[in-house]
DNA sequence: CTGAAAGCGCTTACAG
DNA sequence: CTGAAAGCGCTTACAG
């Protein structure tokens, strides 16, 4: 049996209302008291019950952290880096996913509300706009969804790796994602869009839409490079690509997102970018403790988006080189 | 504010009592009053509030699931699986990583026990052993696991990949590993081990043990095969070999274990085994809610891993080709 | 069949 | 500085 407030009061004599008081530094107690109050309490390993302080306090002490799809290869990190901020910061995490559609998302919030989390760190599904909540939430997305409270630099990170292709000699580009409803990978596009710099072209396409036929003719044009939006999509395109007879990176530079388990790996080693997981995490569990807490919480936060270099953009291309044939 | 049992009772002039055991379905109470009771439940959106059901039962409707890593590529199809199935029995999840070693997988259990879980789901760090625990738990780990609750049949997996690559035509075998302190690895090596038929032979590596090199010599040696515990240990000798001149799979089969997201996307797509994640996940749920809930529990249980051929093992192979020159 | 009462373990005004 | 009391929201014997 695990000991209770009470036995600590009876063994030495005092009220449970002095040894929560001693414990918690609140109230007034004289330092001696306070002193054997601790020593009892550490002699019998006491700890105060979670259910007895919820429901005076009306705090669980728990966050609930809604993703997704727990399977996506991209989250593990993101949880790990929330929950073992949330750890230090004294909060547990309850996870749900959202089974994969939008419905499954709200219920997934419902159900957190129900067992009492004291807030929220939602992770989206593409597009969804979170409706008002009875409890505070950080919204980790992108930095141009409405309410972001934190994410990485996904506009950034396009800029980063269109300067590292033009500065190899890369002027005619293949842009591709997996899906233009993700509101990350759009970004990541328009970022890269954005940094073309003068006499630069670039083709975009999507898996969804046929992308890597497009790809192909686009690099039998002459494109020399392929900036995707994924570490998953840039391995998708490399079979193809083989098959084609075409080289990474001696014939065309490839480079992902998210440096992916695989990405230093494969061969050729991917050029990706990938931002500090615990950055984000820690910025979204600060946020929200500080409202949790009373204290002023900060600005939305942007984290950069590191360039990790590798192999399969390693070479100096020729921008007048022959072009290959398709 | 969230309604109250309490206001149910007022709105109708009963007492509280008799609301919670309308709701519940316990003791004894009239049909029409447990429909008046239900009906204004559901108008008032009423939820029983989980901190004072907890306080007054001792149970918290929460499960703790301790992971070695949350990074680990092969745990979010586990804590997915996990997670659904808890929720379906009306279990919340809170989660905690062990950081990577065995003091964190302890302090990991104590924060779990401390913040009140009803039982807890261990996915043990290699080859630790559980004390004793003062809640119901299931562990997650290999069948040759003392006290393993579920696991996939590493050995069966094993067995199954080695007689694959013997229709083949497959005689001698490399078996490579990561790590030899991993239970699971060890099982599956030993599973391939077992079933190695009539003529066949097999060279053992780890790749913590310079496995790579060990590897590249045995293919000189003449074997045509290589059966990895896992497909990034798979993945990562694929550039070794290309390095070294030798083609997959057309001078040597390859495969890999856990069906991770790349296998199927990787040039050549590679041969992998995976075990049910939902069935794994379901008898964990229902072997802890079983003790909890004073049902029967079931006998452990040994999920199979199910052969995924791929391009990576897709060719026959001549037991008396030419060896390749290292 | 129904309700009044007690109590789970804490914390927090409040009185002394 | 210290303690007695009340109460957070529920459930469960128990009395009627």
Excluded at 93 to 105: C, E, N, P, V, Y
């Amino acid at each position: 049996m695990q000991p209770k407030l009470k036995d600590i009061a009876n063994a030495l004599g005092v009220s449970p209302a002095s040894v929560s008081n001693a414990l918690r530094g609140t109230g007034r107690v004289s330092a001696e008291l306070a002193e054997r109050v601790r020593a009892e309490a550490d002699r019998l390993g006491y700890r105060p019950g979670p259910a007895g302080r919820a429901l005076r306090t009306g705090r669980s002490q728990m966050l609930g952290l809604i993703l997704p799809d727990l399977s996506n290869p991209l989250f593990p990190r993101m949880a790990q880096a929330i929950q073992r901020q949330s750890e230090t910061a004294g909060y547990g995490i309850l996870i749900a996913d959202s089974h994969g559609d939008r419905g499954g998302q709200e219920e997934a919030i419902a159900r957190m509300l129900q067992r009492g989390v004291d807030a929220l760190v939602i992770i989206p599904r593409r597009g969804t706009v979170i409706e008002t909540l009875p409890v505070p939430h950080a919204l980790i997305d992108t930095p141009s969804t409405p309410g972001n409270t934190v994410s990485a630099d996904h506009r950034g990170g396009g800029a980063t790796i269109v300067r590292h292709l033009a500065e190899r000699g890369h002027s005619s580009l293949v842009l591709i994602g997996d899906s233009d409803a993700s509101p990350v990978q759009r970004d990541r596009i328009a970022g890269m869009r954005e940094s073309l710099g003068e006499g630069m072209t670039a083709t975009t396409a999507w898996l969804e839409e046929d992308g890597i036929s497009t790809c192909l003719e686009a690099i039998g044009r002459g494109a020399t490079a392929i900036a995707t939006t994924s570490d998953l999509v840039a391995l998708q395109i490399l079979g193809p690509l083989n098959e084609a007879g075409i080289e990474v990176p001696e014939q065309v530079a490839l480079s992902g997102f998210d440096d992916l388990v695989f990405a230093s790996v494969m061969r050729p080693a991917l050029t990706t970018l990938v931002a500090d997981s615990n950055a984000i995490g820690s910025h979204a569990i600060e946020t929200l403790t500080a409202i949790l807490e009373g204290r002023p919480s900060p600005p939305p936060m942007r984290v950069p988006m590191t360039l990790i270099p590798r192999a399969s953009t390693a070479l100096k291309t020729n921008p007048r080189q022959e072009t290959i044939p398709c």
